[in-house]
């Protein structure tokens, strides 16, 4: 072997050395979990108690929910005795009028959904913590609310289950 050769070959062997002595992580998810600490999560199911209640939502809440943790994480959901344990309740499912055109008439319409949550994390109290979690979005009054409910509930629902992560799982 020439010396260019050795020094390629040499090259190549620190290259490799390198790059598999020095490690990077990324989680692009935003989780900041200590998997070595906590393993379970427990969902309870949150139940509508809001006065003006359309019948899918309480469904499709805590279905997402439970997805966005089954998605995003590596924790085993239990059904009791949970390293982690979120409860609450669908507090308000609003519309008020949001914009009145020149006429006096409602333009448009808003709609939200408050979700109260109270999480405990059996590992570290410290981050024990209750707070509502609010989603809204608005509609051209010239809309039914019933031709675009189901569009704008989903979501609002996929907003808030992200927020809950995010005040959770990514501690921010």
């Known amino acids: 072997m020439d010396w260019k050769s050795k020094k390629g070959y040499l090259w190549m062997c620190l290259t490799a050395l390198l790059l598999t002595a020095c490690s990077v992580s990324y989680k692009f998810n935003g989780a900041s979990i200590d998997y070595t600490q ?8 949150f139940p509508v108690r809001s006065a003006y209640v359309w019948a899918p939502m309480g469904a ?20 009791r005795n949970g390293d982690w344990v979120l409860q609450g309740e669908i507090a308000r499912y ?16 808003e709609l939200s959904i408050t979700v109260n949550v109270r999480f405990k994390n059996n590992k570290n109290h410290k981050e024990d913590f209750e707070r509502q979690f609010t989603a809204r979005q608005t509609f051209e009054t010239t809309q ?3 031709a675009v409910q189901e569009e704008l ?11 809950i992560f995010n005040a959770t799982a990514a501690n921010w």
């Open 153 to 163: 509930v989903t979501t609002m629902i996929k907003d808030i289950c992200d927020q």
């Open 94 to 109: 609003d519309q008020q009028n949001k914009a009145v055109s020149s006429e006096g008439y409602s333009a448009q319409t």
């Open 60 to 79: 499709l809440f805590n279905d997402e929910l439970k997805d966005q943790f089954a998605k995003h994480t590596r924790l085993t959901q239990v059904k």
């Open 144 to 146: 039914s609310l019933d």
């Open 38 to 45: 906590v393993k379970t999560i427990q969902i309870d199911e």
